[in-house]
């Protein structure tokens, strides 16, 4: 069960990363469709914060945390975290390494 809750709160980070600007720029009109590097920077991200949390969260007990359904959803909040904060990076990362248009 934990981990389960582990790897669907990284999914559900990366994703809600991945889907806020997605639906900001679609709203504003800037686009039309979902594009693959969405779906690479989630795809990036989602693996990072797999490994990472694999790594990281086997010494992360949920009797740290609570027991029951509170130490469940803060489990679960600690994971989507994650997930969310790997894509921003890997966002990131493809913007300052990206190449500026026109030869600037």
């Known amino acids: 069960m934990e981990l389960a809750l582990k790897l669907l709160g990284i999914l559900f980070g990366v994703l809600a990363r991945t889907l806020a600007p997605y639906l900001r720029k ?3 009109g ?9 779906w ?4 990036a991200a989602f693996i990072l914060g797999l490994i990472t949390t694999l790594l990281i ?8 945390i609570g027991p029951g359904v509170e130490g469940m959803v803060k489990l679960f ?6 997930g969310f ?16 248009k026109g030869g600037q």
């Open 26 to 28: 679609l709203k504003q």
């Open 30 to 38: 800037k686009v039309k469709e979902f594009k693959n590097g969405y």
């Open 40 to 43: 690479l920077s989630a795809l």
């Open 57 to 64: 969260f086997p010494k992360f007990e949920i009797a740290q």
């Open 77 to 82: 909040s600690t994971a989507f975290g994650f």
């Open 85 to 100: 904060a790997w894509n921003s990076l890997v966002n990131e990362t493809a913007k300052w390494t990206e190449k500026k």
